[in-house]
């Protein structure tokens, strides 16, 4: 199982757009606050809007914005939607990819890893992520009000 730069980047970018609330926000932006390349998020964010998780606003202060409510974006559907298949081996997905499916050892161990990482991944909502964030973006305290 690897999951690609195409699905941590059309993460990333659905957060920083979602950091925005209603306001839209344009690729470029989203480029810079997050370093991706903005031809790049112009193809993700195409993927983005035609599965309905963004919606586009034209005109000079256009851009993306959420289309959906926050809480129902899982972090599953976006990384199923970018990067397809995801099992951490080929026989979880296929089994006719194997011809010791059903006969291997290991199987069970990697069906258990697939299943705790889709469980982890649809148990995570854009809300939770978008809160993550602004958690990280609060300023620490002085040293005086620490303790």
Not at 57 to 68: C, E, L, V
Not at 138 to 147: I, M, R, S, V
Request: charged share 25%.
């Amino acid at each position: 199982m690897w999951i690609s730069t195409r699905a941590q980047y059309g993460m990333r970018a659905l957060v920083e757009i979602a950091l925005k609330g209603d306001e839209p926000v344009s690729l470029k932006y989203v480029s810079e606050q997050q370093g991706i390349s903005q031809h790049y998020l112009e193809q993700l964010v195409a993927v983005l809007r035609k599965a309905g998780y963004v919606e586009s606003i034209r005109g000079a202060y256009g851009g993306y914005r959420i289309a959906k409510p926050l809480e129902a974006i899982t972090a599953l559907e976006v990384v199923e939607l970018l990067e397809g298949n995801f099992a951490p081996v080929s026989c979880i997905e296929d089994e006719d990819n194997c011809d010791r499916s059903g006969h291997c050892s290991t199987e069970g161990l990697w069906r258990e890893v697939d299943q705790a990482v889709r469980k982890v991944l649809s148990s995570t909502t854009l809300a939770n992520l978008v809160a993550e964030r602004q958690l990280i973006q609060l300023e620490p305290l002085p040293a005086q009000f620490a303790n």
